[in-house]
Structures are given as C-alpha cells and as structure tokens.
C-alpha cells in the first residue's frame, strides 16, 4: 500500500474519499463561517464608512504604483528585447479560501476550497498577498492541500534579489524559519536580503518573494555558512491564497547555464 | 454467532463521526500537540463492547478516513489502526475485567503502538523525524480514557446497542 501510494496510483481513491468527507470539512469549518456571516450582517455603519474610506485610499496608493509598474514594465520588455531574452510577465491568478482544519501537527499543509473543478493541478504555486506560501500537493474536486515552504520536506529555489546569487531554500517543519544550506563562507549575502523565487525547478513562476535572510553565521571550521531565513508570506495567518497559473510557462524560460550571470528579476505582479 | 438483531448501529457511527470532528477540529497552536487520538480511542472503546461487530475492517477503515482527512500517506495510520483492533479484540475478555486505571495503561500502550507504527511508516518515507512532543497524546489519551469509557458505556447501555 505504501509503495502504491508512493507512485501516486492511490490519488485517485484519496480524491473520492476525500469528496465522500467532505461534509465533514463543512461542519468544522462551521463556527468561523456562522461567526463570520455574524460580523459581517451585523457590521455597523460608521464602521463599514471607515473601512470604505481605508480601501479607497489604499486603491489609490496601490493606483499610482501600477502606474510606476507600468512604465517599468514597457521598459523592462524593451530592455528584454534588446537582449532577446524570454519575457513571460502576465499569470492569471485564483483566489481560494484556507478552510480551518487542522492536518496532520507534523507537517505543514493547509486545505484549501478549489479543486480540480477550478483547474487546480498538482505542483501548482500557492501565493499570499506578499510572496509565495507553497505548492499543491493533492487535487481532489472541490478542496485541495498545500504543502507550506516550511514543511521539512519542501525545497525551493531561490535567488538573492540584490545581487542574484542562487541556491536553495529548505523548510526547517518551524513555521518561521528556512534555512540555506551550501552556501561557502564567502557567499554574498548579508542579513535582510530579499530572496525571491528563482523559477529554476520549472515549478514556481520566477521573480515572487519569499523570504527575508535573518541570520548569517560564518563559522571558519564548516565548509559552509549556516543561513536562516524567514517566510515574508503570514503562513501561519493567511486567510485566502492565491493560485498562479503562469501562461508563458516553461517552454519560454530557458534555465541560464551555471556559468553565466542569472538573470535580473523583473517586478511582476499577478494579473487578475 | 449472535443471533439477536444487531441494534445501535448509528450510536457506533456517529461515535466515529465525533472522534473524526475532533481530530481536525481547529485548535490554538499551543494545544494542538495535546491532541488525544480520538478515534483510537473510540475504536478501542467499540472492540471492547461489541468485538463481534467492531473489528480489523472498522479499524482499517477508521485509519483510511483518518489519513484522508489529516493528509497523511494513505494506509499510515489505517495500519495501525488495524493491528490495535486486533489486539484490542484479541484481548477484549481480559480487558474487560481491569479495573478502570488498569484499562488505562493497557490503553496508553495501545496508543503507543500506534504512534510508533505511524513513526516507522514517517521514517520509511524519510520524513522528518519529530520532535518528543509527538508522544504526548498517548498519555493525554490514557488520562482521558476514563471518561471515554463512562461516557460510550452509557450511551451503550442508553441505546442498547449490543
């Protein structure tokens, strides 16, 4: 049964099973519904005034950003075609909800309200609204699980955002903690740099946040620095997620030979 | 063989259908290691009581459900659960008899087997190796064991389920 299970002939019989329980997800998820149709209908006015003028104003800051982004964006597509080089910016993006359900303490896996009824597939990327939560890992019709960049068993490849260099972020199974192994002493990388997907694996579209480097131990006797880092993504707070499908997928992106410099991640930003 | 009609089939199943509600029910962070396993217990309880009717195949199918709805590898904990029905029904007449504090030992090494299959199972996988707050909820669940047991011999004896 492990082995079957293993070659994924089993994903089948888990996905029907997991629609026959899922009355079971309903029921638990529950409390917070009612709790939350509650606030939500009871809501005050002054209240709903505020949070109104708080959105509006946040619409606007975010407004004038795009503009910039806009512009950056034509720029760097011009810049691309100067080089010749792959230009792969739009994704379509979809939004589901974290049902509140406990899993399995040991692993860090959420459950999400879209499924294979949406168009979710296995191995697609999971983001929040700041930078990248995880990966799908089970498809079933109408929920799915995804595994968390902090799973022990999770890797991700990344890139330092300031200067390029690549490597591969672990999950550590602590849900505030990656760590960067095989890094040599004299790497570049300081404290508070931005790590950012590097889109190497063919899995994760390149260029999305992911973490913030917040230790850098150099001790002279390893071969290799000892580097942690934290998920910018609120893994353990997120109430919605966001499901990329990158349209110029992987047929357009040629993996940069070791040799040559990566290259320079562009601001990319979901197209809903 | 029993030849009374069998009664109190639901009472069993909506047992179960508690014990799974509970095993996902969102908890704070902080007791979510303290979680006993909860259909365990309810499948031990129901060997106990009615062996000829809760047996290998429940517990089989008990640890399926399980894995599906915590997203564990499929069969890790129906493997298990197998094996401590059998032993629960293998010994049903002995365990009867203990006095309830005896019945919870017996139960905190029935609880152990099955966290220590279920870490085999992790290590064949080469998961992660957890850390010791993993065997916490074996002995949260022999503390409870007790009153698992009062509260099913109740509604056993309520519904007549036999």
Do not use: C
């Not at chain 1, 492990?2 to 996905?15: P, T």
């Amino acid at each position: 049964m492990v082995v079957d299970h293993r070659q994924n002939h089993l994903e089948g019989i888990r996905s029907i099973l997991a629609v026959a329980l899922s009355p079971l997800n309903v029921i638990i998820n529950l409390p917070r519904s009612t709790g939350e149709w509650i606030s939500e209908t009871f809501a005050t006015r002054s209240m709903l005034q505020q949070q109104n003028q708080a959105l509006k104003k946040e619409n606007l800051l975010l407004q004038v950003r795009q503009q910039k982004l806009d512009s950056l964006r034509s720029e760097n597509m011009r810049l691309r075609n100067l080089l010749d080089s792959a230009v792969k910016i739009k994704d379509r993006v979809l939004i589901a909800e974290v049902i509140a359900v406990d899993l399995d303490p040991y692993r860090h896996q959420v459950l999400i309200n879209k499924g294979s009824s949406s168009g979710i597939f296995i191995g697609q990327p999971a983001l929040d609204a700041s930078a990248v939560m995880g990966q799908v890992t089970h498809v079933n019709p109408f929920s799915s699980t995804v595994l968390l960049i902090t799973d022990a068993s999770h890797g991700l490849p990344v890139q330092v955002n300031r200067n390029g260099v690549r490597t591969v972020a672990l999950g550590t199974g602590q849900i505030d903690r990656l760590e960067l192994p095989h890094l040599p002493n004299n790497a570049d990388i300081e404290v508070g740099d931005l790590l950012v997907t590097s889109g190497l694996g063919g899995r994760f579209p390149p260029g999305y946040p992911v973490a913030e480097v917040t230790s850098v131990t150099r001790n002279p006797g390893q071969p290799f620095a000892s580097i942690l880092a934290q998920p910018k993504a609120k893994l353990d707070q997120a109430r919605e997620t966001l499901l990329v499908w990158t349209l110029d997928s992987i047929q357009g992106y040629e993996p940069p030979d070791d040799a040559t410099k990566a290259p320079e991640n562009n601001a990319e930003e979901p197209q809903p | 063989m029993n030849l009374t009609p069998q009664r109190g089939g639901v009472v069993i199943l909506l047992s179960f259908l508690l014990a799974f509600i509970l095993t996902v029910m969102p908890l704070p962070e902080w007791v979510r290691f303290y979680r006993p396993q909860w259909s365990t217990l309810v499948l031990i309880y129901w060997t106990l009581a009615s062996p000829q009717r809760v047996g290998v195949g429940i517990g089989w199918a008990t640890g399926i459900v399980i894995d599906v709805i915590t997203g564990t590898l499929l069969g890790q904990h129906a493997l298990a659960m197998s094996l401590i029905a059998f032993i629960a029904q293998k010994m049903h007449q002995r365990l009867r008899l203990f006095p309830l504090w005896q019945q919870s030992l017996t139960v905190l090494v029935l609880l152990l087997i099955e966290k220590l299959l279920s870490l085999w199972v992790m290590g064949a996988l080469s998961q992660h190796v957890p850390s010791l707050t993993f065997w916490i909820p074996p002995i949260v669940g022999m503390l409870l064991w007790p009153w698992i047991f009062i509260i099913l011999r109740d509604l056993r004896r309520k519904f007549q389920v036999s």
